[in-house]
């Protein structure tokens, strides 16, 4: 590569001057193009954003205790052990399909190319995992209180 | 004179071999001793009435590494890494003389797949419970820890730095709640339990 034509390859090609001779494309518009240190540079793009995108998801679960629990009468502590128990299976059966689709990935990961994307989508982030189980002690501390208030079941 | 292609192909060789041993390195699992929380003197002293009354009695939720995974925590590491800490702190009970039993649930590791930095979080539930079987402190604990590429060179090594520096910040957020735990209040069982 030239020393003046380096903004040939790396600024985006309308700000490109026209450039004949050697190069392996031409441009729709006429151009003749080396595209090799363009396509090296959006793969290195790429990459980074890639290992920039396999930040785990924030994950919040339910705190156990919560401000006003004592207040919480029988009806409403049913209701919300119900809700908790209907939530919690939820996540459960979710976290048994992104369990089963990372195993899949790790399955995938042998197939050249491919292999290295399928590894890279893989989740540990564990939400539905932590959400349900937190949600499972939630109700515990709920029920303890359901007990103590003698409420009926 | 070295040609410019051989100092290329040199480069491409550390680059591939620098990939290879970020892809490859076994996975190991959160060592003990790297998750136990330290107390200094300068913080605030734990009420009288946990000192040496206190001991972990479950731990449940954790995971075993398997070394062609990633790196996790597994119950017995907890429950060393706790032990020692409570003991550090002076609230380890001689055996069998525990009246403030903890009950951890591991709910679980939010880990990322790659990264240059990462940033592991731990959510722990613990459950302190006072000699008549009262809980005295409830909490869930949240905590991020990042361990950055100057931590470490190989990804997998990187990743268990951050799961144990994440379990010793958790353990150490749960001892600031025991020294604010109001030991008194355990006595009415009602409002026994102080959340986060």
């Known amino acids: 590569m030239q020393k003046e034509d380096w903004a040939h390859y790396y600024l985006l090609p309308v700000l490109l001057k026209h450039r004949s001779g050697s190069g392996c494309c031409v441009w729709p518009l006429g151009w003749d193009y080396d595209v090799k240190p363009l396509l090296a540079a959006f793969l290195t793009l790429a990459a980074a954003a890639s290992l920039g995108g396999c930040a785990a998801k924030t994950v919040i679960p339910v705190q156990m205790a919560q401000p006003g629990d004592e207040t919480l009468d029988c009806a409403a502590l049913a209701d919300q052990i119900a809700q908790n128990e209907l939530m919690a299976s939820d996540f459960v059966k979710k976290d048994q399909q992104v369990q089963r689709l990372n195993t899949a990935r790790n399955v995938g990961s042998v197939i050249p190319g491919l292999g290295l994307l399928l ?35 | ?51 040496h009354a206190m001991c972990v009695r479950a731990v449940t939720g954790g995971q075993k590494t398997n070394a062609l995974w990633v790196s996790k925590v597994d119950d017995q590491s907890f429950n060393i890494a706790l032990s020692q800490s409570l003991s550090n702190a002076g609230l380890a009970a001689p055996s069998p003389g525990c009246s403030f039993p903890v009950d951890v649930n591991l709910l679980g590791l939010s880990q990322p797949i790659a990264g240059f930095d990462m940033t592991v979080t731990s959510h722990v539930n613990y459950k302190v419970f006072d000699p008549s079987g009262q809980p005295l402190v409830l909490a869930t604990i949240d905590t991020p820890y990042t361990a950055d590429f100057s931590a470490a060179f190989v990804a997998t090594e990187r990743l268990r730095l951050a799961n144990e520096g994440s379990i010793r910040t958790n353990i150490s957020q749960f001892l600031d709640k025991l020294r604010q735990a109001d030991v008194k209040v355990a006595a009415a069982p009602a409002a026994a339990a102080s959340g986060n």
């Open chain 1, 119 to 153: 590894v890279m989508s893989t989740d540990l982030s564990n939400d539905e995992q932590i959400r349900g189980r937190a949600l499972v002690d939630r109700d515990e501390r709920l029920r303890f209180l359901a007990k103590h208030k003698r409420c009926t079941p």
């Open chain 2, 1 to 51: 004179m070295i040609r410019k292609e051989t100092i290329r192909n040199a480069g491409r060789a550390v680059l591939v071999t620098a990939a290879l041993a970020q892809l490859a390195a076994c996975a190991t699992a959160a060592k003990p001793e790297a998750m136990v929380a330290t107390t200094t003197a300068a913080q605030a002293p734990f009420p009288q009435t946990l000192q």
